[in-house]
């Protein structure tokens, strides 16, 4: 079982994935559930509808595969080594490259493919779309914990990953959860623009400056987004940037979360003259593409109004 495990996770390393871990697919604990659904009952989601939805699915990942026994959970990169001219809209890190779905499921798909080859068993590749819960089952799987700031932290790497699972009907030893905590560091609460990290034991989306720019499908956005929103055009990064635990991120390896020339130099002249063809060509594989043109240029809108 040991030697199962031990191949699979020097496959995970070898195809360029950052973290690989395990975990028993089951019940989500109560304590766990409970959090989640106090969070859903205080409408502490907001605009992020899909959260309440599938409820029983996200408590059980054997739902997402019958006969699912583990959940491996693997994390990868983002932080850049290169970034925006500091003038420049500004566009949260995850966003610089190529679409994270595409690039992380290309990379568990792999993985799953070398699964299923050597052993009898199914695999089901999730990647930010299918309802689980990314951080439980991480931290489950001895990855790393759940930060103040609601993501999740690897010890001594930091939060710049983006996470991915593959359930499997394959038994497999599970790991140690991992038990760290920030303990009494409350910097992503101070630092938080909106103050969304300030109201207890969970983000109020309603104050998260990278829900209000991304989620928010309305026409437009409340006054404070702008005024507290400085550059910021499409998602926030403060909580992160402010964390202890990413002073020592490490720049990705992944040629494909690279910034291009075009989005490193982009002024806000270019995003309010850009025109439909523009956008798609510039963000034809980048998850901006959910805004679509209209939100950006809404966003700039909003932090062109909010201004002093």
């Not at 951080?135 to 700031?149: C, L, P, T």
């Not at 001594?156 to 920030?182: H, K, N, Q, W, Y």
Request: with cysteine.
């Amino acid at each position: 079982m040991c030697d199962l495990k031990n191949l699979i996770r020097a496959e995970a390393l070898r195809s360029g994935l950052d973290a690989c871990g395990f975990a028993r697919a089951e019940v989500v604990d109560a304590e766990a559930q409970q959090w989640y659904d106090r969070w859903i009952a205080a409408r502490r989601n907001h605009c992020m509808d899909y959260a309440s939805r599938h409820c029983d699915v996200r408590s059980d990942p054997r739902l997402l595969l019958p006969g699912a026994r583990t959940v491996i959970s693997l994390a990868l990169g983002y932080f850049p080594a290169v970034m925006q001219d500091r003038n420049s809209p500004q566009f949260s890190f995850y966003a610089y490259g190529r679409d994270y779905h595409e690039v992380v499921r290309e990379r568990l798909q792999e993985l799953a493919t070398f699964i299923t080859g050597r052993w009898e068993c199914e695999c089901r590749v999730c990647v930010d779309t299918a309802p689980i819960r990314e951080k439980y089952w991480a931290q489950r799987a001895g990855i790393g914990f759940v930060g103040r700031n609601n993501l999740l932290i690897l010890p001594g790497r930091g939060s710049f990953f983006f996470l991915g699972e593959i359930v499997t009907s394959l038994a497999i030893e599970p790991d140690e959860p991992c038990t760290l905590t920030c303990g009494n560091c409350r910097r992503c609460e101070i630092f938080c623009p909106g103050k969304a990290l300030s109201g207890g034991e969970a983000l109020d989306a309603s104050r998260c400056l990278s829900c209000q720019l991304i989620e928010n499908r309305s026409e437009e956005l409340p006054g404070w987004v702008g005024q507290r929103a400085g550059q910021r055009v499409y998602g926030c990064d403060v909580c992160q940037r402010c964390c202890p635990h990413n002073a020592c991120a490490e720049p990705s390896h992944v040629k494909d979360f690279a910034i291009s020339p075009q989005l490193q130099h982009i002024t806000a002249s270019d995003i309010s003259s850009m025109t439909e063809e523009q956008f798609r060509t510039l963000f034809r594989h980048s998850a901006v593409r959910r805004i679509k043109l209209a939100g950006l240029q809404r966003n700039l809108r909003a932090i062109s109004t909010g201004k002093p």
